[in-house]
């Protein structure tokens, strides 16, 4: 099966804590996504890459931190810098940066900061 | 800017009514217009888009008009189901870029 994979579905740390996100995907897509969702927000997109090695900050970038060393992973790091952590996570592919293209999105993870 | 106004929710419909979400957008230039839906504990999965002006874009009776003249994308369907449950986000790509701007979502309630 094709699709894209967060684990885990739940996850709580302690304040003060850097806790990473998984985001893997097979469908050879170039491009990858975080997006943050807060109740009554919407989507705000974190950071994305468009290609292996290389990644670009999004409009909430600030306390995150994102790697892009292979074409099927894009883990999310949350640091101690990130004020108000708590929130669920959404990880996304696309086929490659055309406007038109679909993003498909992972089940994504709920993360608690106690 | 670019930005997405979706109407507040949540709607509530009997099943079998008529529905409306109003989308408005604004863009620079020609942007690609989505509808996607957010099931209970779940991830988004589109629904449908639209990427040129009078474009229609449709998918499980749900359908939704690029209008550029009013810059809108409003998603209808004529008789909702209980499963139709969900929250749907409005979302636009602005022309020659890959991200996505989402409107703040409306959640519909169908009950039997």
């Known amino acids: 099966d094709g699709g894209i994979t967060q684990s885990p579905k739940y996850l709580f740390r302690k304040e003060g804590q850097n806790v990473t996100l998984s985001c893997e995907q097979n469908?050879?897509?170039?491009?990858m996504y975080w997006y943050r969702q807060d109740p009554g927000q919407g989507l705000r997109l974190i950071y994305y890459?468009?290609?292996?090695?290389?990644?670009q900050k999004g409009d909430i970038a600030e306390g995150y931190s994102v790697s892009r060393e292979k074409k099927e992973s894009f883990p999310l790091t949350v640091t101690s810098a990130q004020k108000n952590p708590t929130a669920f996570y959404l990880c996304?592919?696309?086929?490659?940066?055309?406007?038109?293209?679909?993003?498909?999105f992972g089940p994504g993870t709920r993360l608690t900061v106690l | 800017g670019n930005s997405v106004t979706q109407m507040e929710g949540p709607v509530t419909l009997s099943e079998e009514a008529f529905l409306t979400i109003n989308c408005t957008y604004t863009?620079?230039?020609?942007?690609?217009l989505f509808w996607y839906v957010q099931y209970p504990g779940e991830g988004l999965q589109l629904l449908l888009k639209?990427?040129?002006?009078?474009d229609k874009g449709s998918n499980k009776g749900f359908e939704a008009t690029y209008r550029k003249e009013t810059t809108s994308f409003h998603l209808e369907k004529g008789s909702v189901q209980v499963s139709d449950s969900a929250v749907y986000f409005c979302?636009?790509?602005?022309?020659?870029?890959?991200?996505?701007?989402f409107g703040t979502g409306t959640r519909l309630q169908v009950f039997p």
């Open positions: 890459s468009q290609i292996v090695n290389d990644f």
């Open positions: 639209a990427t040129k002006a009078d």
């Open positions: 996304a592919s696309s086929i490659d940066s055309a406007s038109y293209n679909e993003q498909f």
């Open positions: 979302a636009l790509s602005p022309y020659n870029t890959d991200k996505l701007i």
């Open positions: 863009a620079t230039g020609y942007p690609s």
């Open positions: 469908l050879n897509h170039d491009a």
